[in-house]
């Protein structure tokens, strides 16, 4: 029998991009990049370890900007049409180093990559949603659901309405989704403040995730520490991350993936080829751009891209069975240790980013596949376990208060709300204000109906913590405040004509069209609690 559980949880999410308006909008690529090199790669673990007979259990979050991007027709055409010029350009570089061996088998390696994507995609008729819903289905995948668009939910408390409108949006969301109400939530950027626990029993939910020291700091101060959960007052179940298992992963300096094995992220074709060959897969302006194909390993640390060797994707997968090795092996001394402190059995928590695994670390799929596989057949020591199981195992936690926290830098909300991003904040605010004003109007006909749904829209679409992380982050940012500004203006045209009687029905038409996620929405939701 088994003396402890370890949950590996990921967290996928992206911000809600889509811009029917454009035919080209780089900021697109996000979603097409994750589907090829996280998303698909995933499944098809998933698929292996099935057919393998391999019980793997993992919890998985899939927010709603994520979903719903998923599901968008649109977004759907553009990525067939995305990984068919892939699949063009791999051909081309087939052909291109027909006479180097090396290189030739590094681009028959892209090409059938990129293949095996295009067969999954087609498999599923392009719906990677019913393809993850079927491990739901079958107990191996435990999905959650995180804020609606993943707003920074400590910077609005002082709005209950609007923390409850990210809360109950997201769960009307997943159960429509789904086929089933959500048992837990990945609280956005594991923010967690005091309260926030009510809302969370009151939607129905029965865990979240915070960064282990609101479990640290909490109120009593934990018996277990991180490795058992806490109740709050509220009887929502809080797991804590742990840091030993996080620090393998996510650590730049001793992490896996900066083993010199591994394929080197920052130097792509797209900036290494002769412009003219490269121009046609580049941005229409002719701008050069990454376009997914990459032929280097990171070699070694303190290197400049010109100095990195060819990759070889035998010896990298061979290196995330070794790597995989070592993190079932540390678990297992983890749990024995804890097993003989707490007398208890442990869980050890290890949640990471998704598209940590396979877009920004090319072989972290492997590394999973490794991990459950050598999990399942090479020890006894510790289950894999999801956290709705784990609940049902292990019904009796103590109660704490937890501590204010993030996952973010310095562990508070300071990457959120800085020099960079804190002029939002008022304006934020003061939508929320007009927002819950509106919320207590009664509809005069449906284009008033869908004007104030729209004005729901616009004020979660513009709380997205994406935008501020990325004007802290100082990449893409002139895109994350036309995304806020635009959704901003947008709802004060809103608040504006609904407050006159003047909705111009043409422009609302366009607006629906353009952001069109939760299109069941009710702005009602916005109503005094």
């Not at 454009?22 to 292996?48: K, R």
């Not at 409850?164 to 159960?175: K, N």
């Not at 990945?186 to 809302?199: I, K, Q, S, T």
């Not at 701008?287 to 990459?294: D, F, H, L, M, T």
Request: proline share 5%; charged share 25%.
């Amino acid at each position: 029998m088994s003396i402890g559980y370890v949950a590996l949880v990921l967290h996928a999410h992206l911000p809600f991009v889509r811009h029917p308006e454009s035919d080209y909008v780089l900021e697109e690529e996000w979603l097409y990049e994750a589907i090829t090199e996280t998303y698909i790669p995933l499944l098809q673990v998933f698929e292996g370890l099935i057919r393998d007979g391999v019980d793997f259990k993992l919890t998985m979050s899939m927010t709603p900007p994520l979903v719903s991007m998923l599901l968008d027709p649109l977004l759907q055409d553009r990525y067939d049409a995305h990984l068919a010029q892939l699949e063009e350009l791999a051909e081309m570089e087939i052909a291109r180093h027909a006479q180097n061996g090396h290189m030739k088998y590094l681009a028959e390696h892209n090409a059938r990559e990129f293949n095996a994507a295009r067969v999954f995609w087609e498999k599923y008729d392009r719906n990677l949603v019913k393809a993850f819903k079927q491990y739901l289905d079958s107990g191996n995948l435990e999905i959650m659901t995180c804020g609606a668009t993943h707003g920074y939910l400590p910077l609005m408390k002082m709005y209950p309405q609007a923390v409850w409108a990210q809360i109950q949006v997201a769960c009307e969301h997943y159960e429509q989704t789904f086929d089933r109400p959500a048992n837990g939530i990945w609280l956005p950027e594991c923010a967690y403040y005091e309260g926030v626990d009510r809302l969370l029993a009151d939607a129905g939910l029965r865990y979240f995730l915070t960064d282990g020291h609101g479990i640290l700091y909490a109120r009593p101060r934990p018996r277990f520490g991180t490795y058992a959960p806490i109740f709050t007052e509220a009887g929502v179940a809080a797991f804590g991350r742990d840091q030993e298992s996080s620090q393998q992963v996510w650590s730049s300096e001793v992490g896996y993936p900066g083993a010199a094995e591994y394929r080197e992220f920052y130097r792509d074709l797209g900036w290494d080829a002769e412009y003219d060959y490269i121009k046609p897969y580049v941005m229409p302006n002719g701008q050069r751009k990454n376009v997914g194909i990459k032929y280097h390993k990171i070699t070694g640390k303190g290197l400049g891209l010109s100095d990195k060797q060819l990759y070889d994707p035998y010896w990298a997968k061979e290196k995330t069975a070794e790597h995989a090795a070592n993190f079932a092996y540390n678990r297992e001394r983890q749990v024995e240790h804890l097993h003989n402190m707490m007398q208890r059995r442990p869980i050890i928590v290890s949640p990471y980013d998704a598209e940590l695994f396979g877009h920004w670390w090319y072989e972290g799929p492997w590394f999973i596949d490794h991990l459950f596989r050598k999990s399942w057949f090479d020890q006894g020591t510790y289950d894999m376990t999801h956290l709705a199981d784990y609940l049902k195992a292990e019904p009796t936690q103590q109660v704490c208060r937890p501590s204010q926290s993030s996952w973010g830098y310095k562990g508070f909300h300071e990457y959120w709300l800085n020099e960079t991003n804190a002029w939002i904040y008022p304006h934020l605010h003061k939508a929320a204000e007009r927002m819950i004003e509106l919320s207590k109007k009664e509809p005069e006909d449906a284009l008033s109906w869908r004007a104030l749904n729209q004005a729901a829209r616009e004020l979660l679409l513009a709380q997205s913590s994406d935008w501020a992380f990325i004007m802290r982050t100082g990449t893409m940012v002139p895109y994350a405040i036309r995304r806020t500004r635009s959704h901003l203006m947008r709802f004060n045209k809103l608040y504006e004509d609904i407050n006159q009687g003047k909705i111009d029905s043409g422009w609302i038409e366009k607006v629906e069209a353009i952001d069109n996620i939760f299109p069941d929405i009710n702005y009602r939701v916005y109503r005094p609690l």
